[in-house]
């Protein structure tokens, strides 16, 4: 339609209906279910029964669910994840090396198709929102907590989301839960807010 090859009016006859399929990274909570029935695929497939043990399975959860995991391939990358790992397993069980190796494997090749316009990583994001002194008067323990919370705010589509993936576990101790007030909170003590870091990556809140 924008190329002229299609009316307008024609679309918008047949354009009743718009879904929007949330990724991975934006359904955690799908994440260990789907772990499940990618190990009971891969026994169908490999006609051998794979299981994780009990640490194995917490460092993975704990990794897949955290705001280091970005899923860019979606449930191509748990896939491929629970096939690498299964197929490694000694004696059918996953180790908890075996995890480690997997984790820093999936890190990697986010980090290489990570390029996005003329921002790619949080560094970058760093140097872009922030003035040099206040990058100089950072600490490194403060440096690398506010690189992790705009690598999750770079991979999520609102503030709300960005929340609710960074606060995951302490949320559940709470009576009384406002995400995103807490990373609204956090951000304002660099001087940022959302909207800037959106504008700085490109993306659209």
Same mark, same amino acid.
């Given at each position: 339609?924008?190329?002229?090859?299609? *009316?307008?009016?024609?679309?918008?006859?047949?354009?009743?209906?718009?879904?929007?399929?949330?990724?991975?990274?934006? +359904? $955690?909570?799908? &994440?260990?279910? @789907?772990?499940?029935?990618?190990?009971? $695929?891969? !026994?169908? +497939? !490999?006609? @051998?029964?794979?299981?994780?043990?009990?640490? !194995?399975?917490?460092?993975?959860?704990?990794?897949?669910? /955290?705001?280091? =995991?970005?899923?860019?391939? @979606?449930?191509?990358?748990? @896939?491929?994840?629970?096939?690498?790992?299964?197929?490694?397993? *000694?004696?059918?069980? &996953?180790?908890?090396?075996? #995890?480690?190796?997997? &984790?820093?494997?999936?890190?990697? !090749?986010?980090?290489?198709?990570? #390029?996005?316009?003329?921002?790619?990583?949080?560094?970058?994001?760093?140097?872009?929102?922030?003035? =040099?002194?206040?990058?100089? *008067?950072?600490?490194?323990?403060?440096? #690398?907590?506010?690189? =992790?919370?705009?690598? $999750?705010?770079?991979?999520? +589509?609102?503030? /709300?989301?960005?929340?609710?993936?960074?606060?995951?576990?302490?949320?559940?101790? *709470?009576?009384?839960?406002?995400?995103?007030?807490?990373?609204?909170?956090?951000?304002? +003590?660099?001087?940022?807010?959302?909207?800037? &870091?959106?504008? =700085?990556?490109?993306?659209?809140?």
């Amino acid at each position: 339609m924008r190329e002229g090859f299609f *009316r307008e009016d024609l679309l918008a006859r047949i354009n009743l209906w718009t879904f929007r399929l949330p990724g991975l990274r934006e +359904r $955690v909570e799908d &994440i260990e279910p @789907n772990l499940n029935y990618e190990l009971e $695929v891969y !026994a169908k +497939r !490999a006609g @051998n029964q794979v299981t994780f043990n009990k640490e !194995a399975r917490t460092a993975f959860m704990r990794f897949a669910t /955290s705001g280091q =995991a970005s899923w860019n391939g @979606n449930f191509r990358d748990l @896939n491929a994840a629970v096939t690498r790992m299964a197929t490694l397993a *000694r004696n059918g069980r &996953i180790s908890v090396e075996l #995890v480690e190796e997997e &984790i820093e494997c999936l890190k990697n !090749a986010w980090q290489e198709s990570g #390029v996005e316009g003329g921002v790619s990583v949080c560094d970058d994001l760093l140097t872009h929102l922030l003035e =040099a002194d206040q990058l100089a *008067r950072l600490d490194l323990f403060d440096r #690398v907590q506010l690189e =992790a919370v705009l690598r $999750v705010c770079h991979q999520s +589509r609102t503030l /709300s989301e960005t929340g609710r993936r960074l606060f995951t576990a302490s949320r559940g101790a *709470r009576q009384t839960t406002n995400d995103a007030d807490r990373l609204r909170k956090y951000l304002k +003590r660099f001087g940022l807010e959302w909207q800037m &870091i959106q504008e =700085a990556d490109g993306n659209q809140a």
